[in-house]
């Protein structure tokens, strides 16, 4: 009891509503993403001191890609110390270039990742290829924790 559960057709909705909510309604939010191929690209970050856990359903049944090249699937913003845990899910930017899967824009976010697949594959090389985790922010040494399994394309 106590806890409520609402369902959304997209990955942004429910980021973006729990990105506008206070910092202690926000302290943890967990998001369930359905199997589905989501093409979209999302601009949320928790607020300050919160942790959000992001779950796929499997890297073969939960699918976020996007329609254009130069654009990020999800960008992260804040300075303040959030905790991110992305997990099952296959970020598809094999068909893009300068593309990126996960972005972190601020400073001090933490971000865990495991057991997802990053498919940057595609012909372009060198600064056009597409990149599965960047850290475009000043992040001081802990952007991004891989745990368990991180498959990157071979080519």
Known sequence: TGHEAKLYSTIAAPMAHAAALSAAE???RAFLICPGTYTENVTATPPDNARWDVHGIGQG???WTTAA???TL???SNTGAGRVTVRDIRF???SFTSAFGIRN???AQDFTISDCHFVTG????GATRSAGISNSGSCPGRYCLVTQLLRLPSN
Do not use: E, Q, V
């Open 92 to 94: 598809d930017l094999a």
């Open 105 to 107: 824009g601020g400073t």
């Open 26 to 28: 926000s302290s943890s």
């Open 69 to 71: 090249n130069s654009t």
């Open 61 to 63: 049944r939960t699918i």
């Open 74 to 76: 999800w960008l992260c």
């Open 122 to 125: 595609g012909t372009a090389t």
